[in-house]
């Protein structure tokens, strides 16, 4: 794990915990049937999780957390963005501890920010549901809390720049964010007029339920897929010990890199396909092939070299992975042409194919090999920056030296 996802857990994690403990504080502050009502529902809508890419999420707790403000006032929104967060996490997701209550603190921080404005406001402090327009400033800040510590979160973790937050995810969270404020105001009608009492808030979130439920199966669909995208990669690498799990490694590294160049999240994200994928093509080389130690002779190399061939007509039906095909045919070529299977040079060679060269490389010269030991991380570095502008993309050169420190 890199230091900067080390320091922002070690940062995140305790401030929830911090949340978790003061949850006693904040349920007697306004324990009553409206709160309970709440919290039932927000346990409910923490289950409806949809993931975003590069990084953040969105589940129907802002509805109550908002509606709550208007409602039942007091610390109830911090209150209930904690229960549904740890819900959401650790019941739906399945998360660690540590991711859970970092969790907790990016849905409870911007809740007690909200609360916070909400009541220098100064609104009547009667328990009718106050004017709607004076939830807006309070929502503004909600919001830009919000998306900004998802923002954070990306950059420090994944290496993902502001812009391409926002260009990826941002704007995704906000747009639903604001929708979920319109639909909280519905909803604190609903709770005090029409005479449909607490049963309002129970419909409209089994309504929000029903219409976001595709979008959770579809979310669950995708990370399903990456994780068997995941497990065929390391079944292809497992019929060699010495590159275990390097798919995934060079999967990572391929990530970072194409970050660092500041390549969109689409084209990322078909980068990271790609370098999931780049050696399917071995399973129709001999394991004998493969596993040899020393040097392949002329037919051994033929054969080896028709592994990006296979591996891209393997990819190429499959809608999914047929972006990615180009980027895996092409992951050994040259900058010089001297590599295969084309020959293709400089810009001839997609952009993609030259980062998963540079991040393939990076890892098998850090891997320990029968007949060597793998090289520390400034020595691989080293040895690729001798072949920038001849094997290697200069600037893939230039953004492996940015990230080094965090590989």
Not at 63 to 90: D, Q
Request: with cysteine; net charge neutral; proline share 5%.
């Amino acid at each position: 794990m890199s230091r900067t996802k080390v320091g922002y857990y070690e940062v995140m994690a305790p401030v929830g915990a911090f949340f978790v403990l003061a949850l006693p504080f904040l349920a007697i502050q306004r324990a009553d049937l409206r709160l309970l009502i709440f919290l039932m529902l927000a346990a409910a809508a923490g289950w409806v999780r949809v993931n975003y890419e590069p990084s953040g999420r969105h589940t129907l707790v802002p509805v109550l957390v908002f509606a709550s403000c208007l409602i039942i006032r007091g610390y109830a929104p911090v209150l209930i963005a904690v229960i549904a967060s740890l819900a959401s996490a650790i019941l739906f997701a399945r998360k660690p501890l540590s991711s859970a209550l970092t969790e907790v603190a990016e849905e409870s921080i911007p809740a007690l920010v909200m609360v916070a404005i909400f009541e220098l406001m100064r609104p009547d402090q009667n328990e009718a549901p106050v004017h709607a327009l004076i939830l807006l400033p309070p929502l503004f800040g909600y919001f830009a809390l919000r998306v900004g510590i998802a923002a954070v979160r990306a950059a420090m973790t994944q290496g993902v720049r502001w812009q391409s937050f926002l260009d990826a995810a941002g704007w995704q969270m906000l747009a639903n964010l604001g929708g979920f404020g319109i639909e909280a105001l519905v909803l604190s009608f609903l709770a005090s007029a029409g005479g449909l009492g607490y049963l309002g808030p129970i419909l409209i979130v089994a309504s929000l339920v029903e219409f976001y439920y595709p979008y959770k199966l579809l979310s669950d669909q995708e990370d399903t897929l990456l994780a068997s995208l995941a497990m065929i990669a390391q079944a292809i690498d497992a019929k060699d010990p010495y590159t275990a799990k390097h798919s995934r490694n060079v999967s990572g590294i391929a990530v970072r890199l194409a970050r660092a160049m500041g390549l969109s999240e689409t084209e990322v994200r078909r980068i990271r396909v790609a370098a999931l994928m780049h050696d399917i093509g071995k399973v129709g080389v001999r394991g004998s092939i493969i596993r040899k130690p020393g040097k392949l002779d002329a037919e051994e190399g033929r054969a080896m070299r028709l592994h990006p061939v296979i591996s891209a007509e393997i990819m190429r039906p499959v809608e999914f992975l047929g972006e990615a095909a180009e980027i895996v045919r092409h992951h050994h070529e040259h900058i010089d042409g001297s590599g295969y299977p084309d020959g293709l040079k400089g810009r001839e060679i997609p952009l993609g194919s030259r980062v998963v060269l540079v991040a393939d490389a990076f890892d098998a010269l850090t891997t320990d090999r029968p007949y060597r030991k793998g090289r520390s991380k400034r020595e691989a570095l080293e040895v690729i920056a001798a072949h920038a502008g001849t094997q290697f993309d200069s600037a893939v050169v230039d953004a492996l030296t940015l990230v080094l420190p965090i590989l």
